[in-house]
């Protein structure tokens, strides 16, 4: 019988034997536990070595399992590397950490192979389950974010609208009141390039050529339409713009060449029944905010044949940015031609005398920062949902700003009007559900 010092060597020893059946896990050494010095080897060594065949009195006597362990024949004394790893309690020797040469001298182990060998293995699945990082609220909830954009976006949607109408019901210079929009956003913008939230995106002439036509239309869509939303009410400016997919449809159609399918043009009828049911009773009307919302929804059209022909890998917030500079290069020379000589005689005067300078420039301001976050938050949005989803949220907005502008101005609707005007949202809705659909169907097409 070996002693229990002598057999618990031949059982280490013999463990290189069945290596690769033993898991990683088992075999790893950390840095993270007490080892035992390589004193205490030492004297294990001396006691193995001068013990010899003795039998320990007092202790049991080790059995061989069965077809795990084969005998080894030993004809030099066992010796342990002791400038290798340490025992650690309660786990395994790695079998390369024990020197089981029986002719040779230890070899010398340098301090970068004893690290190396001392390395643990990687951790498996079962393993670091538990140490997982713990997913935080917002990413175990992702629909409460998406519903935050949303609501974010309809509110300071609805905000812009009734501010500004509310700034042209005392101060009606829609050329101006663009440029305020847009300028303000640049700063935005600009503030944001800043302190690199986000970093600003280089841009070359080749992409400054492709943007000026996006640029152009941006900026006659956005004073075309304050030129509306000043001469008649928010609500009919809107069902106007509801026409929109109509003339993007017949843009695709004969100017693009693309091919429309018959249902998509079917479901623009309602549209443009339901705007001309609401525009023929509206109380507001005038020619000049129906011709102007009207332009508005060819510039919009034309903004988006251009922009597909300046596709580009830059990020949305950045191409944004851009745009709206270049836009309110644009819009400058006609507000100081058309309004400059009426703002310097009267315009501004009579803005403060009946609101006073505080209110004047601070509604100014939020206006400006409302139009940029909104346009920015529907970016957003998109980025964050399906196409179709957007679409419908897109209808949904309108139906919002409408609602809202009527209950706030109390605007006087006349039953047909309001049929009219729920007619064309219909309309829209339809077209945008089968207008997505279509296009996720072409997307999946491609991915195949």
């Known amino acids: ?27 790893t050494l950390t840095g993270h536990h007490h080892c035992l010095s390589n004193n205490f080897l030492s004297i294990m060594e001396s006691r193995v070595l001068s013990s010899g065949a003795t039998t320990i009195s007092g202790l049991p006597r080790l059995t061989k399992p069965a077809g795990r362990i ?8 066992v010796r342990l590397n002791t400038n290798g790893g340490n025992l650690v309690w309660g786990r395994q020797l790695r079998p390369s950490l024990l020197n089981l040469d029986y002719s040779s001298p230890v070899p010398s182990v340098t301090k970068t192979a004893k690290r190396d060998a001392l390395k643990p293995c990687p951790a498996t699945a079962s393993d670091s389950a538990g140490d997982a990082a713990p997913v935080g609220f917002f990413a175990k909830y992702p629909w409460l974010v998406t519903g935050f954009f949303f609501f974010m976006w309809y509110f300071l949607n609805v905000i812009f609208n009734i501010l500004n109408k509310k700034i042209y019901n005392y101060f009606p210079y829609p050329y101006f009141v663009s440029v305020i929009h847009l300028a303000v956003g640049v700063v935005y913008c600009l503030g944001s390039w800043t302190v690199g939230l986000p970093k600003r995106a280089p841009i070359d002439s080749n992409l400054l050529k492709l943007l000026i036509p996006v640029a152009f239309c941006h900026a006659l869509g956005h004073v075309t339409s304050n030129i509306s939303f000043a001469a008649v009410a928010v609500s009919f400016t809107h069902t106007i713009k509801a026409l929109e997919p109509f003339f993007n449809a017949a843009a695709s159609q004969f100017i693009l060449g693309q091919s429309i399918p018959i249902t998509l043009w079917l479901s623009l009828a309602p549209v443009v029944i339901g705007v001309s049911m609401a ?25 988006s044949i251009y922009s597909k022909k300046a596709m580009t890998d830059m990020d949305s917030t950045n191409l944004y940015a851009y745009i709206s500079i270049i836009a309110l290069l644009f819009c400058l020379p006609p507000a100081v031609i058309f309004e400059g000589p009426q703002l310097l005689k009267h315009g501004f005067n009579d803005a403060i005398a009946k609101v006073g300078m505080t ?23 998109l980025e964050r949902v399906a196409p179709l989803t957007h679409a419908v949220g897109n209808v949904l907005k309108r139906v919002f700003v409408i609602g809202f502008s009527i209950i706030v101005f109390g605007n006087k609707i006349s039953t047909q009007t309001a049929i009219g005007t729920s007619i064309a949202i ?7 559900l089968i207008k997505a659909k279509i296009e996720e169907e072409k997307r999946s097409l491609k991915s195949a």
């Open 426 to 432: 219909a309309g829209v809705a339809i077209y945008s």
């Open 1 to 27: 019988m070996l002693p229990l010092p002598m057999a618990l060597i031949l059982l280490i020893g013999t463990h290189h034997q069945v290596q690769d059946n033993i898991p990683c896990s088992l075999l």
């Open 359 to 381: 209110k004047f420039l601070t509604d100014l301001f939020w206006v400006g920062m409302f139009y940029h976050l909104y346009n920015q938050l529907a970016t957003n949005t």
């Open 70 to 77: 084969n005998s080894v024949a030993v004809s030099s004394p």
């Open 279 to 303: 525009s023929l009773t509206e109380l507001s009307f005038n020619w000049l905010g129906f011709t102007s919302a009207m332009i508005s929804n060819i510039s919009f059209t034309y903004r």
